[in-house]
């Protein structure tokens, strides 16, 4: 097992008053495994988010990552968790106007002791043609696999990918997911999509239903598709 959520609580207060976000959410992530969790806007699902990554802390609750309780710890022990066990794929790539695309995914490189092999990458994310470009002169598609180099580039546990395909159109949206399970299967990092669309849940091994800040469902796909599959 890789990570552990278990009775998670957290509130959000405005005044005199007192948003529920998250209410006694507990799970389990298997090693090397893909896992949808989708909700609606407003579930709670990028707070959740936020805790598993050490950004926020719950109310309530504990995060056990590779057997070790994240809550707690000091902001110096919370940096490493998130430099050294974690990458993170948003919706907004992110990427350092000017440096090349090889450079912006080195920068990822420099926080592991041992990262992956820079160019070996590149070739796996289809990107070694366009290394020299900068960001400014890449598709959408190029910078999203950008950000996804510089986050795997660290060799992380956990890849957390947080509406990943949101800025980007059906095409190239299939094609970022079909990496994500090329990537989960070359080096066994286990990945997290945080998702509004159903589609993707085809692609996962696990599904978790997050709704009004609680976990509606949690079950193992017994259907799963490979990415090039589905379809929405």
Not at 88 to 93: E, G, I, L, P
Not at 104 to 109: L, P, S, W
Not at 137 to 154: H, P
Request: aromatic share 6%; net charge negative; hydrophobic share 35%.
């Amino acid at each position: 097992m890789l990570l552990e959520v278990k009775n998670v609580y957290k509130s959000f207060h405005t005044g005199s008053h007192t948003v529920d976000v998250l209410k006694d959410v507990s799970f389990q992530i298997e090693r090397e495994s893909i896992c949808a969790l989708l909700g609606p806007s407003g579930s709670g699902k990028s707070t959740l988010l936020n805790i598993i990554g050490g950004i926020e802390m719950p109310d309530r609750g504990s995060i056990v990552f590779d057997g070790v309780e994240i809550g707690g710890q000091d902001e110096r022990k919370l940096g490493h968790y998130r430099r050294k066990r974690l990458g993170y794929v948003f919706q907004s790539y992110n990427l350092i106007p000017n440096l090349t695309l090889k450079e912006n995914v080195e920068c990822g490189a420099y926080l592991s002791d041992e990262p992956l092999d820079v160019e070996d990458l590149l070739h796996t994310l289809g990107l070694w043609d366009r290394q020299d470009q900068l960001p400014s002169q890449l598709s959408g598609g190029e910078q999203q696999r950008t950000a996804m180099g510089r986050a795997l580039v660290k060799k992380p546990g956990l890849l957390l990918c947080d509406e990943p395909t949101g800025a980007l159109d059906y095409k190239t949206s299939r094609e970022l997911l079909a990496l994500l399970e090329k990537v989960n299967r070359k080096y066994g990092c286990t990945v997290m999509i945080v998702t509004h669309n159903e589609a993707i849940q085809g692609m996962a091994d696990q599904i978790i239903r997050l709704h009004d800040g609680a976990i509606r469902s949690d079950e193992r796909n017994t259907n799963k598709r490979k990415a090039s599959e589905i379809s929405w």
